[in-house]
């Protein structure tokens, strides 16, 4: 299934492109899906559907997000549910520990008295992205189209689950599960409880669930789209985002310019705004193409509202005439709806046929230079904002606000690191082989 995943900056429509995506998808014959995870009610003013209604079934089996309104011939809409969600997974959890409270004395708490927590909202979502995965053949969609918060926020939500697993993976390392028959011994000649194999299997199943997200994630099947409303102040935060999906390994699709405001107008307040656009554009441009393409989305002029093509309602006698429009206004005049901007910012791409090589390479100098060179590819990072640790097999990378921890590759790992340099958006960190660990020739 093609998952596309839509974020950008703050503000720049990200609901709006979301929904166009997806009908475009649906408009080429394929049961598209959209998700979204505002809760504030606007994709619902967008697409002109009701409230949310929960998905009917057990609390074990339950998914994350709403019954999916039916809003076109192959496309649908749900939101993800974050509270009903949650109390459902805190309720079912409590069930299964009924014996263990009873036994404490502890009172459970109600469902009605329960609010989902800081935080849940991204486990929400990321167990919608495994869910959409795991409908049985015809009966599920062929494209997921998911609105995702802000782009600072997609980045961090993408990068959990791996740290989830690295956490996990350090405080209940696998080696130490191969002692469960000498725990109950252990625990004699120690004075003190060992761990419960219910723990280890608790661990187990989370670490199956954070994996099988994290290859959604990283699948070659899973994009994403960028939107931004050009301009000045959206440039660098654009950049950031893109530094801190490379660093993730998250493939950008195309980059969205929402909001184009009309050239060649005689009206200088609107001239001056459309002009600095033009420039922020002109810079998108050059950033991004032609690897990734750059598709423009004009002003609607208003909010837009339904799939439709409504047309404009007749002026009333006493109602002010607009104005003619300008002759250069023609080319660029903004289109009525979302329907129209689906024809402009297209359906995603097919799913690749074979996997892409992997980016993460290392390059092996030692004839020539006497070191092993790991490149990364890192697009949009700065170098004032680039930090670079070794910890033991790791590299620790921090773009600006992103972070993560990196395991080497088996031949890094008997290296130390002897430099590393930022060019042309890619990261060449050099390793020299270390004499007392690198195999020696005979």
């Not at 697409?47 to 339950?62: C, E, N, Q, T, Y």
């Not at 998911?146 to 993976?169: F, I, K, N, S």
């Not at 007749?314 to 005439?321: F, L, S, T, V």
């Not at 921090?398 to 031949?411: D, E, I, N, Q």
Request: charged share 25%.
């Amino acid at each position: 299934m093609r998952t596309v995943l839509v974020t950008g900056t703050g503000g720049a429509g990200r609901t709006t492109v979301a929904a166009a995506t997806a009908l475009a998808a649906a408009r080429e014959g394929q049961r598209t899906l959209l998700l979204t995870a505002d809760s504030d009610g606007t994709p619902e003013a967008l697409l002109g559907i009701g409230a949310p209604r929960s998905v009917p079934g057990r609390s074990a089996d339950r998914l994350p997000w709403s019954v999916p309104a039916e809003l076109a011939p192959g496309l649908w809409a749900a939101r993800i549910v974050t509270d009903e969600w949650f109390r459902g997974e805190l309720t079912a959890l409590q069930d299964r520990g009924h014996g263990l409270l009873d036994l404490l004395g502890a009172t459970p708490l109600d469902g009605e008295e329960l609010t989902a927590l800081p935080g849940v909202e991204a486990i929400a979502l990321l167990r919608a992205l495994r869910a959409a995965q795991t409908a049985p053949p015809g009966t599920g969609w062929d494209v997921l189209v998911v609105d995702m918060p802000p782009a600072p926020d997609t980045v961090a939500v993408l990068a959990l689950p791996e740290q989830l697993r690295r956490y996990l993976r350090r405080l209940l390392p696998a080696e130490r599960q191969a002692a469960r028959a000498l725990r109950p011994m252990l625990a004699q000649l120690a004075g003190v409880p060992m761990p419960a194999q219910k723990l280890y299997e608790t661990a187990e199943r989370w670490e199956r669930e954070l994996a099988a997200v994290q290859g959604v994630i990283e699948s070659e099947a899973t994009t994403v789209r960028l939107v931004v409303e050009p301009g000045p102040l959206a440039d660098r935060a654009l950049r950031t985002a893109r530094a801190g999906l490379a660093l993730h390994g998250c493939r950008v699709e195309a980059v969205i310019a929402n909001r184009l405001l009309p050239t060649g107008t005689s009206d200088p307040w609107l001239a001056a705004l459309s002009g600095q656009q033009q420039d922020a554009l002109k810079e998108l441009y050059e950033q991004w193409a032609p690897a990734v393409p750059v598709r423009e989305l004009p002003h609607l002029g208003r909010d837009p509202h339904g799939l439709g093509d409504p047309r404009p309602a007749e002026p009333h006698p006493g109602d002010a005439q607009p104005a003619e429009p300008h002759p250069g206004d023609g080319a660029r005049r903004a289109p009525a709806g979302l329907a129209d901007l689906a024809g402009a910012v297209g359906a995603p791409g097919a799913r690749p046929d074979r996997p892409a090589p992997d980016p993460w390479t290392v390059e092996d100098r030692l004839a020539e230079d006497g070191v092993l060179l790991w490149r990364l590819p890192l697009p949009g990072a700065a170098r004032d904002g680039l930090s670079l640790v070794r910890r033991g097999d790791e590299l620790i990378v921090t773009v600006a606000p992103f972070h993560r921890v990196l395991p080497l590759p088996s031949a890094l790992r008997r290296c130390t690191v002897s430099g590393a340099g930022l060019r042309d958006g890619w990261l060449q960190v050099r390793f020299t082989p270390d004499p007392d660990l690198w195999p020696k020739r005979v």
